[in-house]
């Protein structure tokens, strides 16, 4: 992960409305720009994020609000046209542990943004993340769609608004008056914004009888060579992308050397690395990132499963003794064979045989720790 991101923002969202925080609308932004198929929740170690991006959210109590916002905004698409509408949570849940942030996105609101690829709104993520004020991020974002949605040429492109409308696009408190709006917004936008982005814009207003109505915003695009040539991929980039990859759990290996990674965090030989130490094995996992082995933690979960249900079949063939449901005495009893209920194992069904009536079968469910008691059992 790096400045380098690219977000793909669909163009409703661009256009929601209601209030988001500075800090809210930069992590969800990284957020958008980071989303994959079939991948609903996502991890960001903390440092690294507010130490490349915004740096408010070290505080750990803001950094609660910030996961509120996310989790409290919801995201409304309404089309009239087709009968269709849709009202989804932004997040369905955030948590925080041992400086990793977890995030998990709806599967509606996920499907949705899958489904409409081609009216996203793209821009490269430094373009937000060096803005200082919410309403420069959400005016940058507006007219970026703007810039998108035309056809012309020239990369030039003119938005006119209704005055009420921009107040509801940026969540301005109602007793703002236009010339504080003109002032503490869209100035102080302007500014930022034709200084710290890929576009730049000016505006005028339209009055409306006597009142100002209607404003009127010119925006272009600059041509950048560095915006034009693919993204280089740098050793933040990379670490920030594999933290992402695994949720910060897995297991990385380069040669005879192996770590394991918990939380976010490098651990070698079931010890927590320093600082120091860490940092030189991230720098060589970069320098050497084309013979690095990654497992997941998906992956892991995977196999021990896999192991764990091997082991379970290894009953399989076992005599013991039970009490089957509605009799009091023990039988004499034969596995013959265990199901999986559940895909974490916590509930298996285990078929014995009778062994002195083979004709009698008795099936019973088991958790884990009644597992490990039939074990003891075995003979």
Do not use: C, H
């Given at each position: 992960?790096?400045?380098?991101?690219?977000?793909?923002?669909?163009?409703?969202?661009?256009?929601?409305?209601?209030?988001?925080?500075?800090?809210?609308?930069?992590?969800?932004?990284?957020l958008i720009s980071i989303l994959e198929k079939d991948k609903r929740i996502y991890s960001i170690n903390v440092k690294d994020y507010l130490s490349e991006f915004d740096k408010k959210i070290g505080d750990f109590d803001y950094l609660y609000q910030v996961a509120q916002e996310l989790t409290r905004k919801q995201f409304r698409m309404f089309d009239r046209f087709n009968k269709r509408f849709g009202v989804y949570n932004f997040v369905a849940s955030v948590e925080y542990n041992k400086g990793v942030l977890e995030v998990e996105f709806s599967s509606m609101l996920m499907k949705y943004l899958l489904q409409i690829k081609e009216k996203y709104t793209k821009y490269?993520?430094?373009?937000?993340?060096?803005?200082?004020?919410?309403?420069?991020?959400?005016?940058?974002?507006?007219?970026?769609?703007?810039l998108e949605e035309?056809?012309?040429?020239?990369?030039?492109?003119?938005?006119?608004?209704?005055?009420?409308?921009?107040?509801?696009?940026?969540?301005?408190?109602?007793?703002?008056?236009?010339?504080?709006?003109?002032?503490?917004?869209?100035?102080?936008?302007?500014?930022?914004?034709?200084?710290?982005?890929?576009?730049?814009?000016?505006?005028?207003s339209k009055k409306l009888g006597r009142k100002v109505g209607y404003i009127q915003f010119f925006v272009s695009e600059k041509v950048r060579k560095t915006q034009s040539t693919k993204p280089q991929i740098n050793f933040n980039t990379w670490r920030m992308d594999l933290l992402s990859q695994t949720r910060g759990e897995g297991i990385i290996q380069i040669g005879n050397e192996v770590y394991a990674l918990k939380g976010g965090y490098l651990w070698k030989d079931d010890k927590l690395l320093t600082r120091?130490?860490?940092?030189?094995?991230?720098?060589?996992?970069?320098?050497?990132?084309?013979?690095?082995?990654?497992?997941?933690?998906?992956?892991?979960?995977?196999?021990?499963?896999?192991?764990?249900?091997?082991?379970?079949?290894?009953?399989?063939?076992?005599?013991?003794?039970?009490?089957?449901?509605?009799?009091?005495?023990?039988?004499?009893?034969?596995?013959?064979?265990?199901?999986?209920?559940?895909?974490?194992?916590?509930?298996?069904l285990i078929t014995f045989r009778d062994i002195d009536f083979p004709e009698k079968i008795y099936t019973e469910m088991y958790m884990p720790e009644q597992i490990e008691m039939l074990k003891q059992q075995l003979f």
């Open positions: 992960m790096s400045n380098d991101l690219i977000i793909k923002k669909p163009d409703e969202m661009v256009k929601m409305r209601g209030e988001f925080s500075e800090s809210a609308l930069k992590l969800s932004a990284y490269y993520i430094k373009n937000i993340m060096n803005l200082n004020s919410k309403y420069a991020v959400r005016i940058y974002e507006i007219l970026k769609n703007t035309s056809k012309r040429y020239d990369n030039q492109a003119v938005l006119e608004v209704s005055l009420e409308e921009f107040k509801e696009f940026l969540s301005i408190p109602k007793g703002y008056r236009f010339n504080n709006i003109k002032t503490r917004i869209i100035n102080v936008a302007q500014k930022e914004i034709n200084k710290k982005t890929d576009i730049y814009f000016e505006w005028d120091e130490k860490a940092l030189d094995a991230w720098k060589e996992l970069y320098e050497n990132r084309d013979r690095v082995k990654i497992i997941s933690r998906e992956e892991l979960q995977k196999e021990r499963q896999k192991k764990k249900f091997q082991e379970l079949k290894s009953l399989i063939g076992r005599k013991t003794s039970i009490v089957p449901d509605g009799q009091k005495d023990f039988v004499f009893v034969e596995i013959v064979n265990v199901e999986p209920k559940s895909k974490d194992l916590k509930e298996v």
